[in-house]
């Protein structure tokens, strides 16, 4: 008979739950870096900016702050919807059922003595309101029915084994109709634990002591310590939480308990044996919580070994709770306990942790940061061209999204085409080499299968241009106001974010223009770039443009063969100058001296032929007037873009100040 073909077995799909996506991307450091940047540039420190990144997460990865809400709500849950009376609950509902049974055999024997019917029916009509007093009362009772006495032995029978799960996780299945062996057994390993852990408090045990014990009693230890230190860890952890177990109870709960537990498995020998391991156990690992107390208020009863349990999780919560609050202020968020967290809150949360901890890593370890000579974390010469980049490309595209804007990409350029060419990038005004930017297309398009015969699509990477002899440089001097009312009304990260990007304009595509960076506040300094990045908000009052264009002056004239080029964003008029002893003289309203001083030094400005333009923020008719007025004295402009729009209009003034020289 020929076999028939098996039919193939259906495929089945789902989400990947073996740790992190081995399918994922690998970590994006430059879009990390854009993430922090805004954060560096508004005052933080790198360090701080990274924290707050780790905080609230990026792009399909929870944050600190998620997971930290989550800890707290795994722990509501735990508080909200349990209550520690279950064993109590369980072992009235045996008695109950014991008690009923007893009853109903004593109504149907017949042939039992009236006197010992009636003396019975007095013992059970008599148990106290107490569950605990009532099964001590018990203990001696010559039950009549096999039911009733079945119930009882029940009763022992749990209290011993929750006892015990108390203790060591698991014990209440596998002592589940355990045999008097199995005590037994139990009972020579509580009393050998109990030599073990005096033994090494005393500093007599070996390893030997150890490998022994375990090769005897080591089946019940299902978390296969690897010494005694390991194991003394696991039961202290679990002995600290049933005494804070207890603690949480009322004292009603918390009496009628310890009256119970003295019938676990009908000998109170096992209590005595149980509180020796925790005496040793506490003197071990005094650092353990052995005294704290919850308040539980659900209404789903638990026993004594899950409501252990639930402590114990509540005590790792409360350990992961503190480990993501370190990690949100300092240190490394490899401390964090991902099998914990994975335990607790799901594989998602442990691979979220873990995502971050890796992202910290690779930026620590990347050339985007470094450690300065204060051992501070700062931006890398490498992380400023890299947040300049990104800003860049920001700034050209809003360039050229703007209503109304120039196009600045004049064709033509200086001097006479050298034959060379090479690619195209943002802020070139050179005209194109359209040979080779069409042999380019039709290179590519055979590369990728295409045929050219058919038409080119041309794309910006086929793009070359043609490189000229000479080109006009600049000097630019950007000025820009550091005064508080840019902090106060928002506009200090826009300002960071135009300097960095026309920075990197410069730096990459006219390398022989020279940047002349320039704060001023009460005082006007030149500052580098990184200085600039750093800057915290100032909360001294002043706008100093006076001596803003002193140092502009000054740089124009260090560089006299250079075009000057003068750049100013500011959100106010001039409250303050320079007196001519050095010292800052602030006044507001401006007084006439201040705007005399500021009008007089733009004149020097004006006389070395620099190409004015200044950019204002916000709204003040008084500011709107007066740089009305100096953008006529000085032949410039006055742009008054939106925020958001600051980067693009700085670096489209400076591009059109570059085209109408090449012209």
Not at 504 to 526: H, K
Not at 571 to 589: I, K, N, Q, R, V
């Amino acid at each position: 008979m020929t076999p028939q073909p098996r039919s193939p077995r259906p495929a089945r799909y789902g989400r990947y739950a073996g740790g992190p996506d081995p399918l994922a991307p690998p970590i994006d450091l430059g879009a990390a870096l854009d993430e922090i940047a805004d954060d560096v540039m508004s005052g933080y420190s790198p360090d701080q900016a990274l924290r707050e990144l780790l905080r609230r997460g990026t792009r399909g990865t929870r944050g600190l702050d998620d997971l930290a809400g989550r800890v707290q709500q795994r722990r509501r849950d735990l508080l909200g919807r349990h209550r520690l009376d279950g064993t109590l609950q369980e072992v009235k509902q045996l008695l109950d059922s014991a008690v009923l049974a007893e009853r109903g055999q004593l109504a149907r024997d017949i042939e039992m003595d009236d006197t010992d019917r009636t003396f019975r029916e007095m013992v059970l009509d008599n148990l106290p309101e107490s569950t605990a007093a009532a099964v001590s009362e018990l203990a001696t009772y010559d039950w009549a029915s096999a039911e009733a006495r079945q119930a009882y032995e029940q009763i022992k029978d749990l209290l011993g084994r929750e006892v015990l799960e108390q203790r060591f996780a698991g014990m209440k299945q596998a002592l589940e109709g355990a045999t008097e062996e199995d005590r037994a057994a139990i009972s020579e390993m509580l009393s050998d634990l109990g030599d073990l852990l005096e033994k090494h408090a005393r500093g007599e045990d070996t390893e030997a002591d150890f490998d022994q014990f375990m090769s005897k009693h080591g089946d019940q230890f299902p978390e296969n310590p690897r010494d005694v230190d390991e194991l003394i860890d696991t039961l202290a952890k679990r002995s600290a939480a049933a005494r804070r177990m207890l603690n949480s109870m009322t004292p009603e709960q918390r009496n009628e308990l310890m009256q119970l537990s003295q019938q676990a498995f009908g000998s109170p020998q096992l209590m005595e044996q149980l509180a020796r391991v925790d005496a040793g156990l506490r003197a071990l690992r005094p650092g353990e919580d052995w005294t704290g107390s919850e308040q539980f208020d659900g209404d789903q009863g638990l026993g004594l070994g899950d409501g252990t349990g639930a402590l114990q999780e509540l005590a790792d919560l409360d350990r992961l709770a503190e480990q993501i609050e370190q990690a949100s202020s300092g240190p490394p968020l490899s401390d964090l306990d991902l099998e914990a967290l994975g335990r607790h809150l799901g594989d998602d949360a442990a691979v979220s942790a873990r995502t971050l901890a890796e992202l910290e890593r690779a930026l620590r370890e990347s050339d985007y940061l470094h450690r300065g000579s204060d051992g501070d974390l700062r931006l890398s010469p490498r992380g400023m061209r890299r947040l300049g980049r990104s800003l860049l490309q920001d700034a050209a595209g809003r360039l050229s999204g703007r209503s109304g804007s120039r196009d600045t990409r004049q064709a033509g350029a200086a001097g006479e085409q050298t034959g060379s060419s090479r690619a195209w990038a943002f802020g070139d005004t050179e005209p194109w080499d359209v040979t080779r930017s069409l042999t380019n297309a039709t290179l590519r398009t055979a590369r990728e299968g295409g045929d050219p015969s058919r038409g080119l699509r041309l794309d910006v990477a086929d793009v070359e241009i043609a490189e000229t002899e000479a080109r006009t440089q600049a000097a630019v001097a950007l000025l820009v106001d550091t005064s508080f009312s840019m902090a106060a009304e928002g506009r200090w990260l826009p300002m960071k974010r135009t300097a960095l990007a026309l920075h990197q304009l410069l730096s990459t595509r006219f390398r022989g223009d020279r940047l002349e960076l320039v704060q001023f506040g009460r005082y006007a300094q030149r500052v580098d770039l990184a200085e600039l990045t750093a800057l915290p908000p100032f909360r001294e009052q002043g706008t100093n443009l006076h001596h803003g264009l002193m140092l502009a002056t000054r740089f124009f004239r260090q560089h006299p063969t250079m075009q000057p080029v003068l750049l100013v964003v500011t959100d106010g008029e001039p409250t303050a100058h320079l007196e001519p002893g050095g010292e800052s003289w602030f006044d507001y309203p401006p007084m006439p001296r201040t705007l005399q001083l500021t009008v007089a030094e733009l004149d020097r400005v004006v006389r070395l032929g620099a190409e004015t333009t200044f950019f204002r923020l916000g709204d003040d008719p008084g500011l709107a007037r007066f740089l009305d007025a100096m953008a006529r004295r000085a032949r410039g402009r006055v742009v008054a873009p939106d925020l958001d729009d600051l980067g693009a209009a700085v670096v489209g003034e400076y591009m059109h100040a570059r085209s109408l020289w090449d012209l």
